[in-house]
């Protein structure tokens, strides 16, 4: 076989090698995966929700890339973290575990909860009743509330709770500093976050990056062998919707 007539041969095999290549340095650079194992984050997302989490919004972290050199403020930005924004983290006292929630206080803010309703710098947060409905855990039925949450910035969202008057309803206030911020789940009643111990205010050097977009969704009905089900099971109308 002639040197030309090899190349050729393995012409296939190296288009697939440098394909597979380019995936990974595009994840590794640019996006990863990740999925929504809690509902902490309800009614913005739902358990069984895959989404894109952007690397590169705020620049590099040591999580977002690791091999990044990383100068002596820690962080290298492209833009700096806005409240509102959706982040994936880790968490400061277990870095094995990865957390997904809201930005809503940022560097210098003053933040609490009183009575259910989120102050930053002792101004209450705008928000709107906006729907009413029952869930369950599977013992007892639940009533919650939904709300329109508008920050100062004019950013709106949705969060739900069941109570005003919940061991998260009423806080102490918490002084962000520098490079770091404070974080909540939008289900305000069910939501390990920067009000807890375990979590407390999260360091920028800690955050993977932006949640982004949707790309799969399914209601847990149907199990992996079960594809018979799978259709009925996934959630079309929330693919490839934005985070907001």
């Known amino acids: ?25 595009f994840r590794s ?7 929504i194992p809690s ?4 009614p913005t997302l739902k358990v ?18 690791p091999f990044a050199a990383i100068p002596i403020s820690g962080r290298v930005l492209s833009s700096d973290p806005e409240r509102g924004d959706v982040v994936v983290f ?3 006292r277990n870095e094995s575990v990865a957390f997904i929630k809201r930005i809503v206080g ?13 102050h930053i710098n002792d ?10 409905g029952t869930a369950t855990d599977g013992f007892s ?6 709300y329109i949450e508008t920050f100062p910035e004019g950013s709106t969202h949705r969060i739900r709770e069941m109570t005003d008057s919940g061991v998260l309803d009423n806080t102490r206030t918490f002084t962000v500093p520098d490079g770091h911020y404070f974080m909540m789940g939008d289900n305000r009643d069910n939501s390990n976050d920067s009000r807890t111990s375990s979590v407390g205010l999260v360091p920028f050097e800690n955050f993977i990056g932006k949640a982004q977009f949707l790309f799969f969704s399914h209601n847990g009905t149907a199990r992996l062998w079960e594809i018979w089900k799978w259709p009925f099971a996934i959630r079309y109308s929330r693919i490839g919707g934005g985070i907001t």
Do not use: C, W
């Not at 509902?39 to 309800?42: A, K, L, P, Y």
């Not at 069984?48 to 890339?65: N, P």
């Open 1 to 25: 076989m002639s040197s030309k007539s090899k190349q050729k041969s393995f012409e296939p095999f190296r288009t697939i090698i440098i394909a597979g290549a380019l995936a990974l340095m």
């Open 29 to 35: 650079l640019l996006f990863e995966p990740f999925n």
């Open 39 to 42: 509902g902490s984050m309800i």
């Open 48 to 65: 069984g929700d895959y989404l894109f989490v952007s690397k590169f919004s705020y620049g590099y972290s040591r999580y977002s890339f």
């Open 90 to 92: 880790k968490q400061p």
């Open 106 to 118: 940022l560097p210098g803010d003053e933040i609490a909860v009183k009575r259910g309703i989120l």
């Open 123 to 132: 101004v209450p947060v705008i928000r709107q009743h906006d729907d009413i």
């Open 141 to 146: 039925v639940m009533k919650y509330d939904d």
